[in-house]
C-alpha cells in the first residue's frame, strides 16, 4: 500500500484562494492527506477553516510552533506542512518546521526579503528535511516537456526569450473595499518589497530560467505605480539579457486591465521556435524556419507519465500543482534529486528574492542596465 | 465540521482511466472519501489497487455482494458507491448497492441495454437513495451557465443545434493489440448494443438536451463500423428534430483521426447563438445578430460558486466530475431536487438508453425518419 | 507585354455585393480590366455603376444582346464577361456571351434549375469558349493545397467529411426591410427552387467533393424554413454517403444567429485528418493517428506559386476569387485543361443543381436515404 | 465618372514583394491605375516587370527624372508616383517627384537617415502636393476602429501599450544565399542605420502611437546582431514611457524562428485592455474590468465604410494597403486633412527616423533612459 503523508498546513484560512489549491493539490493522487494546521491567526477563523477542510478538531492549533511540538510527540503526526501565509511568514514558518523535522511546502516567494531567503537558504541546508517551492507553472506537463526539448538542444542556441505575465484584477484599487487577497499583496508588511513583481513578476522569471536553461545576467527594470495610492510595484517591464548571449523581455502587470492568468512564454533558438500559455496549457507550439508549425498535446508522447487522462481531457491548474507535490512525495520517499531538479527549491527561492530586490532597488533609482549576478553558494 | 462521506469504488482496477477519475472527483471537494472496494474481478489486481489507492487491505472485497454485506456491518460502513466497470455490470451493482442503503454515483451509461435502464428506473424509485449518472460535461461550470442563459430565455426560441463529440482514438484496431479501454468498448458483451453512440454519442445527445431544454422529437441515424472486424459502430452522423421546432445534427466519431475529446456544442435562438467546446471549457462564447461576440470566461459573473479558482486559473475534467460528486453529497445530505435536476438521474439514463437502442435498430434497418417519443413514466 | 483581357459585366450594379468583387478579383493580377457592362435593368442605375466602375459610357447597355453585339463590331470588344446578376438570368446571359464568342466567369450556382444547368451543358460543349464558375473557396491556396495532399494519399482513404457553412444574416426576416441582398434571394422567381441549399449549401457541396476527390452517393436531406413567411428553406442539414465508402454530414444555415461565413471542411481519413476554416483561410491543420498536429501557412512550402505575399501577410477573399480569375485567364491562354479540373466548370455546376434539386424535393417529400447518382454524359 | 489617376512606380521589378502590392493596391478600388514607371536601375529587368505589369513600354524610363520629365509633358502624365525601392533612394525621388508636382506615396520607412527625412520635410512643406507613407497596418479597418474607440476614451487613462512585431525569416544569413529582400535590408548603403528596426521597429513603434494617440518620451533600447556577419541590428527590444504616464514594451525581430508577421498591439486603460492581431486582422478584442471580453468583427458596425465585403470574408494586406490609396486618392481630389490624420505623413516620417536614429544610437552606446523629445517644427 502507498503512504499518505499526513500534512499540515499554515494559512489558506477562510477566503484564501491558495489555501484550499495546496489541500487539493496534497491529495489529488493520494500521496497526503491533511490532518492538521494552523490555518488563521484567529482562532475562530481557524477553527472554522478546520471544519470546512474536515480536520480533527483537536489537530488545529492557536500557532505553528504548538503544532509543530504537538505533531511531533503523536505517533501520526505531520510529516509535511504546507505555508500558505502572506509572504513575512515563510521564513519564521519555514525554520521551525525544518526544526522539527517536518519537509515544507512553500508557496511563493521563497520569502518577504532576500535576507530572509539567505537566512531560510541556511536552515534547508542544515536541514535533512525537503525544502520545495510551488512555483506552479513548473508542474504542467508542457512544461516539463518544454524544457526537456530545449535541453535536448531541439530548438538550437538560444536567441531570444519573450516571458509575460497579464492580469488586469488590480486594475482598480480593490484593496480599499475588502478583497482580502489584495490587501495583504499591496501591503509592504505582509508582501515584502516587490508588489507585481514579487507575486507574478518572480512566476515569469522563474519559468524563462526554467524551461529555457538559460541565466538571466543584466536587466533593465522599469516598476510602475499605476493606481494611485499604493506603496508597492503593480506594473513591470524587464529588458533581460542571458549570459548565453539570449535577448529577452519579462512583462508583468497587474493592471492590465481584462487579463486574467495568460501567463505566456516564447523562446525561440537558431532552429526552432517554442510558444506555451496559461489559457491553452495543455497544449505546446513548435514554429520551425521552414514555417509549419507542430502543437504538441499533453497526454501524448513522451509526457504521458505526468498526465493522469487521456489527451483532449483537460487538466489544469490544480493538476499542475499536485504534480509538484506528487515529485514532493517522492523526493520524500527516496528521489531527493528532483529537488532543485524539476521541482524548484530553496535555490530558485535565493535567487527570485534577488531579482526583485534587485529589480526593485534599480527601478527606483532609474538605473539603466543592472548586472545581474549569480547566488555565490 | 463537515461529514465527509466513506465511499466504495467497482471497477476501477489497473489500467482505468475512469476509475481514478471517480476517486480524485470525490475527493477533490473534500465530501467523500474512498475506502473500500471492489477494484477487478480478479483478486490480485483488485489488491494491487486498492494498494495504489492507498485502501485499507480489509476492506478490499472479492466481489460486490460480499463488499455490501461487510459494509453495512460497520458503522463507518460505506454510503456512496462509484461504478466504474463495463457497462454491462452498472444494472446489478446499481441494484445491489440501492438494496443495501448505498448512494450510487454510475458512470454512463445508465446500463447497457434500455431493458435494463428501465429496470434500474424501478430499483431507483423503490429506493430512498440518491442515483446519479456521471454525464461528467454537465458538471462545467461553463454549461451550467449556458443552461441558465438559455433557461433565462437570452436566446430567443431555439432555432438549431449542433452537437460534435470527435475522437480518434479507435481509428486503428487498437483492440487488438491490447489495449483495454478499447477492448471492452467494441464487445458487444460488455458495452451493449452502442458502440460509439453509446459510449460518446451519449454525451453529446445528453449534453444537447441538458443545455437546450429541448427535446429530441424524431431523427434520421446513420451509424457506421469503419474499422473492419467491429461489431459495434465506430462512428456517427444523425439528423434531429426537436419538439420545439428546432432542428439539429449529432455528430460523434471514434474514428475521427487525430482528434482528441473536443466535445462541441452549438445552439441558435432567434435573437443570439452559444458555443462551448470543451477544448476551451472555460469559456463561453455568446453570438449576436448585430455581429458582436462576447466571451465570458468562467470563474466570473454568476458562476463563480461552480468554479473553485479565480478567472484564468484552468480547471478541467477532474474539476468538473469533481462538480458532479459534490452535488451528490449536497443531494445526500437533503437536497435531493439537484438529482434530475443539474444532476443527471435515471430518468436521463432510461433516455440516453432509449435513444441508443433506438438509434442502432433504425440505422441497421435503414430506416429515414424516426420518431423519438418522451419516456412514459 | 502580358495581354490584358477586356472584360464585360452583367450584374453587379448598386447595392450589389459580388458585382465589385469580381472587378476587384478580375483585375488584381492585371490580366483583365472591366471595360464594358450592363450592371442594372434599370438604365439610370446601371449609368451610376458604370461611373463608379470609371467605365466609358459607351459601353454601358441598355441590355446584354446589344452589348455582346456591339462588342463584337469592335477591335478591342470584351475577350470575357462576368456574369453577377440573381440565378435565374446566369443562364440566358451565358448562353448568349457564348454564342458571342465571349469567354464566362458565372457566379454561381451555375443556374436556377437543373434543366437550365443542362440547357446551359450543352451550350458549353457546342462553343469553344471557357465557362467558369466561381465557387470562390476553390480558390483559395490552402484548399488548393488541401486537395493536393487528398489526392497524393497522405489521409489514406477517406473515411468521414463534415462541411458546414454557417451563417446568420437572414436570422430576421430583413428582407421586408429593403436589403436587396437578401430579398432576391428569398424569392423563387429569382433564387430558383433552393435558398440555403442554392446559396451556400452549394458552395459546401462542392467544396467536400472538390478537396477530397468523393462523390456523394446518397444523402438524407432535412431543409426546413426558420423565418416564417420564407417560401425558400433557410437552415439545411443533410446525411451524406460517399461512393468511397465514407460518411459526411453537410450543415448550411442563414440563421445561425451571429455566425458570419465560417466555411468549415473536415476531412477524417485512415492515416490523418484535414481540418479549414474560412476564418482562418491561410492555415491548414493535419492531425495525426500519434496525436500531434500540424499547421501550414499559405505562402510557405508548395502553394508558393499561389499566393502573392510572404507567409503571415494575409490574403482574403477577394484574393482567392481573383485566382479563379487568372486561372480562366490561363486558359484562355490555352490551358483549357484548368477548367474543369482546378477550377470549376459546367460539370461542377450541373453536379451542384442536381444535389440542390434532389435535396428540395427529398426533404419536401421527407425521405429518407436518397440515391445520388453521377450525371449521365 | 469617377476619375483614375494615373501612377508611375519606381522600384517594385522582378523579385520585389512590395512593388506588385503598391500596383494591387493603389488599383484595386479603381481609383488609380499603374500607366509608367522605373521599376528597375537595370533597363533590362525594368522592362521585363514592365511587360508582367502589363505597361506600355514607351513609358518605361530609364531613371526617374527622366520620366517625371517626359511624363510631365504629357497630357495623361501621371500624377501620383509609388516609391518602392531601397530606402536610401526615398529621397531624393520623393524630393524630384514632388518638384514635378507628382504626389507621392512612399513605403516606409520615409528616408534612409534622420537627416533626409528632415530634408524631405522642407521639400513635402513647400509643395502642395500630397505625400503619403504606407505605415501598411494603419490601413486595417479593425485597427482604425481600435484609434476610433481609444479616441473616445472607451478604454479610459492608457497605462499600458504592449506591440510586437515578431518575424523569423532572417533567422539565418540567407542574404548570402542569394535572397534579394534580404539582402539589401541588412546592408547599411541601402537600408541605413537601423536594421529591424528600420525595418519592422518603425512599423510598431507608429501603430503604438498611431493608435492609442500617446506618444512615446523615453526608452531604454536593446538592439542586437544575433546572426554573425550582419552589420544592423536584426533583433530589439525597448523599454517605453509615454508623455502621458503609460509604460510600454516594443519587441521586434527577424530572428524570432518560426514566426512569420503577427505584428500585435495590446493597449490597457483604466477601464478596458484592447487587443489585435495580424494574424487575425479582421478581428479586435476589448477586455474588460469585469471579465468579460467582446470581440469586434470587420465589415460590422460603424467601420462598413473601410470594409468592402460582408462581415465573415476576410479581406487582407492588400486591401489594408489599398485603404491608404483610396485616402490618398481622396486626399488628392480635396480631402487634404486627411493625410498627418488618418494617413501618415512626412510627420510620421520624421517621426519614426527620429525614433530609429536614437535607439540605434542609444542602444549602442549601452544608454538607459533616453528621453525622447517630439520633433520640433
Known sequence: MIEVLPLAMVGGGPGSFIGPVHRMAAELDGRMRLVAGVFSSDPERSRAAAAAYAIDPTRVYPDYPTMFESERARADGVQVVSIATPNHLHLPIATAALASGVHVVSDKPATATLKEALALREAVRASDRVYALTYTYSGYPMIRRARDIVAAGELGPIRKIVVEYPQGWLSAAIERGGNRQAAWRVDPVQAGVGGCIGDIGVHAFHLAEYVSGERVSAFVADLRTMVPGRALDDDCNVLLRFAGGASGVLVASQVATGERNNLTLRIYGERK?????????DRLTLTTASGDTSVLHAGQGTDGAMFRLPPGHPEGFIEAFARIYADVAAAIA???????????????????MRFVETAVAASHAGHGWTSFEEDAS
Open 334 to 352: 527516496g528521489k531527493r534529486e528532483l529537488i532543485g531538479g524539476v521541482v524548484p527549491g530553496i535555490a530558485a527561492g535565493v535567487r527570485s
Open 273 to 281: 521556435g517554442l510558444r506555451w500559455c496559461h489559457e491553452r496549457a
